[in-house]
């Protein structure tokens, strides 16, 4: 069981470019989400997931796309990199529903993503 | 609308002492769940201790413990004998219970470790 796997931990992109940040987990989790961490913002949610082909919007979700084909796996698309996406990014899963109990979500390692 | 203050930005603790790190919340639901996430510089989240709305007593996991008082939408972490490696960031967070994954984050606590 790896758990939620974030891949990259660091990336380096110029302003314009597109690039996928990729998450999965194993654990068979319905929902998913993606949040990004800046200093004295705390975690904002930008795309969630309750489940295979169901997506929707968060709190930030402008510039970003996400889709679902799999339970597995929740990409995360930067369409068009600004500066103003420079942040740390966290993928995080969890089994069931929240009105079925007090599921945790399990979080990602992060990906540090800088835009010059 | 649900939000999640943390009104300490940094605390610093001496080693081996106690340090309860603050949150409160506004919410007009009366069932939820509350949580404090951990963030040490390796920049993982891991759980700390969570509490579900509806039971009155405080959730305690080991050397962390809540105070979590209902009326006053408080929910304060505290950690007993502190350790080099509870330094970390802290984040106080909030879910309603309904069929959505909306978890609601504080800006977070930076808590030092004095040795």
């Known amino acids: 069981n790896a758990g939620v796997t974030q891949t990259p931990k660091f990336q380096v992109l110029k302003t314009g470019q597109s690039m996928t940040l990729q998450c999965a987990q194993d654990m068979n989790h319905e929902y998913m989400s993606w949040y990004r961490q800046d200093p004295g913002m705390g975690l904002r949610l930008i795309h969630y997931s309750v489940g295979a082909g169901i997506t929707d919007q968060g709190e930030v979700p402008n510039g970003y796309n996400v889709s679902r084909s799999t339970t597995e796996d929740f990409p995360l698309r930067l369409l068009s990199a600004a500066p103003s996406q420079t942040s740390v990014y966290f993928c995080?899963?969890?089994?069931?529903?929240?009105?079925?109990?007090?599921?945790?979500?399990?979080f990602g390692d992060g990906t540090r993503l800088s835009i010059l | 609308a649900q939000t999640v203050t943390q009104s300490q930005p940094e605390m610093s603790v001496q080693e081996a002492e106690t340090v309860t790190l603050s949150c409160t919340y506004d919410?007009?639901?009366?069932?939820?769940?509350l949580f404090w996430y951990k963030q040490p510089p390796s920049r993982q989240m891991i759980l700390v201790i969570r509490q579900e709305a509806y039971k009155q007593q405080n959730a305690t996991e080991n050397r962390f413990s809540v105070n979590f008082q209902k009326a006053a939408k408080s929910f304060s972490l505290k950690i007993s004998d502190s350790q080099l490696g509870d330094a970390a960031m802290y984040f106080c967070?909030?879910?309603?219970?309904?069929?959505?994954?909306?978890?609601?984050f504080g800006k977070g606590t930076r808590l030092h470790i004095l040795p």
């Open positions: 919410t007009s639901e009366s069932d939820y769940y």
């Open positions: 995080a899963s969890s089994k069931y529903p929240p009105d079925r109990g007090d599921q945790p979500q399990h």
């Open positions: 967070a909030y879910r309603r219970i309904n069929r959505d994954d909306k978890i609601i």
